[in-house]
């Protein structure tokens, strides 16, 4: 069964910057995709960026462009997202997600979820 655990939220000022963990379990992830989704407070999940694990090709959300980073340790099943210049519509829920197959845009037809982690961005 796949486990994913995020590490990392917390309060950051608006310019600021995070690292968030996400500790993949319980398979191997040679062809899958991992993702980070996030979902604000009355919003619907959005997604942010996906990495595949194999080959490293990644992907982003328009909105985060330019700012975040997704990257993963295949040594340590980890992935990371880096998120620098945060501004306050950066605050959310984080997820960490996992999917066989190439990348989705959505969250529906992913399977595996992690809890989330808290992002919060003052101004």
């Known amino acids: 069964q796949v486990q994913l655990v995020e590490s990392g939220g917390g309060l950051v000022q608006a310019g600021g910057s995070l690292r968030l963990s996400c500790a993949a379990s319980?398979?191997?992830?040679?062809?899958?995709?991992m993702y980070w989704f996030r979902q604000a407070l009355g919003k619907d999940r959005e997604f942010v960026a996906a990495?595949?694990?194999?080959?490293?090709?990644?992907y982003y959300a328009d909105s985060v462009k330019g700012r975040f980073t997704i990257s993963r340790d295949n040594t340590k099943y980890t992935v990371y997202l880096q998120m620098n210049s945060l501004k306050p519509e950066d605050t959310a829920v984080y997820y960490c997600?996992?999917?066989?197959?190439?990348?989705?845009?959505?969250?529906?037809?992913?399977?595996?979820w992690g809890q989330g982690t808290q992002v919060t961005v003052s101004s």
């Open positions: 990495v595949t694990w194999n080959v490293g090709n990644t």
């Open positions: 997600a996992a999917r066989r197959g190439p990348p989705l845009g959505e969250p529906a037809g992913i399977p595996y």
């Open positions: 319980g398979h191997t992830f040679d062809s899958y995709t």
